[in-house]
């Protein structure tokens, strides 16, 4: 990977997130060229010329439609393109495997053979069936194949406590980890709120648990219900990533990765805490986790791997 001002990030899929995940990139200088890729030939040229209008704001130098075969030169190439929960009417982000498996094995036969150093991150859902499905899909290993996976579902959890103990959610940390979706495991034994373990807040019980629990499940449903679609939260998740990666700075975030062995789960890709840098997925973090919390990720992987 080439420092920060040389970066080339292609986006494929110039919908709400794809668009969204483009124009954030663009002000938040994360790269000198940004090229959005759609089968909507007059979308994708809608989004781009919207976009350059701003180019004199920005430091952004080029941001133009594209190809596959130009996308291929990128050093980094988001996965946004795919049939969403609103446009499919369905109820589990996993109703949306055979549509969106093909969209993404299309893509990627499309764009071919990539270069050894690419990194991929998926966004799509549903992000961890297709993140394992694009290790079977290119040439390159586990861990430069990366889903924003629970990365949003644990920015939710750290919202909701954090409004709960009237905080900043910067002062919450912890992870959501297994699915991204409804079979999410919110790791409580690893939530502390200013330093303190969440389990020594005496205002914070069981029933508050199990309402944030909930809320963190239904938040998408909420949101496309009220506006037709997520876009912000993801794309902020998405920033997230892609700097830990562009600059290099060894975050450990909840992501989707392949894993081969983690409190007891192996050979799927679901949400897991890893260590980002700019080759991808340094190590997956060692954390530990309390017997009911590794039967319901075991849980949710078994569920996962039934899709596979």
């Known amino acids: 990977m080439r420092s920060p001002s040389g970066t080339t990030i292609a986006i494929i899929g110039a919908g709400a997130v794809g668009a969204t995940i ?18 909507d030939k007059q979308k994708e040229a809608g989004e781009v010329m919207d976009m350059c209008d701003g180019l004199c704001f920005m430091d952004t130098g080029i941001i133009s439609g594209g190809t596959y075969k130009e996308a291929k030169a990128a050093d980094i190439i988001v996965i946004a393109a795919g049939v969403t929960q609103k446009q499919q009417g369905a109820d589990s982000r996993l109703d949306l495997i055979e549509k969106n498996k093909g969209i993404l094995k299309s893509i990627l036969k499309s764009i071919g053979r990539l270069k050894k150093d690419t990194i991929l991150l998926i966004v799509s859902n549903p992000v961890d069936i297709l993140t394992h499905l694009a290790v079977r899909f290119t040439n390159l290993p586990t861990s430069q194949i990366i889903g924003t996976g629970t990365l949003l579902d ?79 939260g993801v794309t902020l998740a998405t920033m997230t990533l892609l700097e830990a990666i562009i600059y290099n700075q060894h975050k450990t975030l909840s992501i989707s990765t392949t894993i081969r062995s983690w409190n007891g789960v192996s050979h799927v890709a679901l949400g897991v805490p890893a260590v980002i840098g700019r080759a991808g997925v340094e190590r997956i973090w060692p954390l530990t986790l309390s017997s009911l919390e590794k039967k319901a990720f075991h849980k949710s992987a078994s569920l996962l791997i039934h899709y596979l």
């Not at 938040?28 to 759609?38: C, F, G, N, R, T």
């Not at 949101?223 to 997520?230: L, P």
Request: hydrophobic share 40%; net charge positive; charged share 20%.
């Open 22 to 39: 483009a124009y954030t990139a663009a002000i938040k200088h994360l790269a000198s060229k940004i090229i959005l890729v759609d089968i």
């Open 154 to 232: 644990t920015a939710r959890m750290r919202e909701a406590v954090a409004s709960h103990l009237h905080v900043h959610p910067q002062n919450v940390h912890g992870y959501v980890l297994g699915e991204h979706g409804n079979s999410s495991v919110i790791v409580w034994s690893s939530v502390t709120v200013g330093g303190i373990p969440i389990k020594q807040i005496p205002s914070f019980t069981t029933h508050i648990k199990k309402q944030i629990e909930q809320s963190v499940k239904k938040r998408a449903h909420a949101i496309i219900k009220r506006k037709g679609v997520t876009c912000y």
